[in-house]
């Protein structure tokens, strides 16, 4: 049963610090992406972001299920977010919206949109924390995986898992 919706940043995130197991780990078989979304990973992967393919392998496999917009709400929704959001963003919260799944994203305008229309929300920090506070990873393994995020362009407000509440 899906749970989760992601954006490409928050997977991209996991995937390029090389901790993309940890996605695969919390939500098995209860992850998703819209088929924008894994349009716009299918471009970084040609821009020769390599790791992408790991994000890549786990749709194949059905590991991430990719998902279409198919109501008509959805849809109305979908159009109404794309004038402020990219697509991939939109066609999340959309999703999200519809079919009450929590939205993976770190935009800030995609967030606040989201929380808008009431949509459960979490980000790379927030999973971070989850896989600490489920023991499937050490905080000083967050930390080092924090620190390859940031060094891979991640802005994170934090410099510890520690400092989140």
Do not use: W
Request: charge should be positive; hydrophobic fraction near 45%; aromatic fraction near 6%.
């Amino acid at each position: 049963m899906l749970k989760i919706v992601f954006d490409s940043c928050v997977l991209s995130n996991f995937a390029l610090s090389g901790s993309f197991s940890i996605i695969r780990t919390l939500y098995p078989e209860a992850a998703a992406v819209t088929d924008f979304v894994n349009a716009e990973i299918t471009k970084g992967r040609q821009l020769r972001h390599a790791k992408l393919i790991e994000i890549k392998s786990a749709i194949r496999q059905g590991l991430i299920k990719e998902i279409a917009l198919v109501s008509t709400t959805e849809k109305a929704l979908f159009e109404n977010l794309s004038v402020s959001l990219g697509c991939g963003e939109a066609s999340s919260i959309a999703a999200a919206k519809e079919r009450n799944l929590i939205f993976a994203s770190d935009d800030k305008v995609a967030r606040r949109e989201a929380a808008r229309f009431g949509v459960k929300l979490t980000g790379t920090l927030g999973i971070l924390k989850k896989a600490v506070k489920t023991k499937v990873i050490s905080e000083k393994e967050a930390d080092a995986i924090l620190m390859k995020m940031t060094a891979a362009g991640f802005y994170s407000p934090i410099k510890s898992i520690k400092e989140m509440k």
